[in-house]
């Protein structure tokens, strides 16, 4: 069974910098994309980035490309969102999700069929 174990999160100020990991286990092989995605309050689920392992395109949503970075250590089975100059906008629970398979970049959300619990990220001004 695929499982997915986010950390990371937490409380930082306005133009501070995070690195979120989610951990990918229950794989037997580097064949599966992620997505990060997020969820602010009184807000829809969005995708924030996305990997893939065909060619490990990579996929930012506008508002934070520049500023994130999505890599992936197939060693580690990890994923990570590193994210710069963070604003009160990005304040959200973020999520990865996992799709087994050649993925190229980002999935409509519900092709992804396994999902990690979440974690808070809360940026203040």
């Known amino acids: 069974e695929v499982q997915l174990v986010e950390s990371g999160g937490g409380l930082v100020q306005a133009g501070g910098s995070l690195t979120l990991s989610c951990v990918v286990s229950?794989?037997?092989?580097?064949?599966?994309?992620i997505g990060w995605f997020r969820q602010a309050p009184g807000k829809e689920r969005a995708e924030v980035a996305c990997i893939g392992n065909g060619d490990r395109s990579t996929y930012y949503r506008p508002s934070v490309k520049g500023r994130f970075t999505i890599s992936r250590d197939n060693a580690k089975n990890t994923v990570y969102l590193r994210m710069n100059s963070l604003v009160p906008e990005d304040t959200a629970i973020y999520y990865c999700?996992?799709?087994?398979?050649?993925?190229?970049?980002?999935?409509?959300?519900?092709?992804?069929?396994?999902w990690g619990q979440g974690t808070h990220i809360t940026v203040s001004y």
């Open positions: 999700a996992y799709r087994r398979g050649t993925v190229y970049g980002c999935l409509p959300e519900d092709e992804y069929r396994t």
């Open positions: 229950g794989v037997s092989s580097d064949e599966y994309g």
